[in-house]
Every structure is written in structure tokens, then in C-alpha cells.
């Protein structure tokens, strides 16, 4: 998923929701800032700020990729 196509997600589930940018922001426990930020594609966040934004509007990102399937067999061989 590209930088743009996650910003157009996160508005796009925000005004869903009918939320404000500040209300998404309270019900993450972010600053606007963030919202805005992620808004625009601006890349100045950290994941660990992303992630509340992203479960308050309930999206999850599944990672995919062969690396990523081989990652998961091995963790799942590990963890039995």
C-alpha cells in the first residue's frame, strides 16, 4: 500500500465515521497533529502513533508477501 492510498483510507474511514480530525484524535489519544499528518501523507509519525488511529477507525493492515508467509510458518513451527 502506497503513502497516499493509507492517507485517503484514514480520511475516508474518519468522515465515515463522522468524526472530526480532533474527535479522531481524542478517541485515539493522538494530537490532531497526528490525524492531520496521516491525513496527508506526510510521513512525519511514528507507528506507535499510527497504530491508535488506525484501531480507532478499526482498519488493520495485514502485511503479505512471500517473506512474510515463510515469517509466519517459522513462528508457527516455534510457538507448537
Same mark, same amino acid.
Given at each position: ?10 480520511? !475516508? ?28 501523507? %506526510?510521513?512525519?509519525?511514528? !507507528? ?24 509466519? %510458518? ?7
Amino acid at each position: 500500500m502506497q503513502t497516499d492510498q493509507l492517507a485517503s483510507m484514514i480520511s !475516508w474511514h474518519r468522515r465515515r465515521a463522522g468524526l472530526s480530525q480532533v474527535d479522531l484524535a481524542r478517541h485515539a489519544g493522538v494530537s490532531r497533529y497526528v490525524v492531520q499528518d496521516l491525513e496527508a501523507g %506526510a510521513g512525519r509519525t511514528t !507507528w506507535a502513533r499510527m497504530l491508535p488511529v488506525l484501531r480507532a477507525l478499526n482498519i488493520q493492515l495485514l502485511p503479505q508477501g512471500p517473506l512474510v508467509d515463510e515469517w509466519l %510458518a517459522e513462528t508457527e513451527e516455534a510457538e507448537s
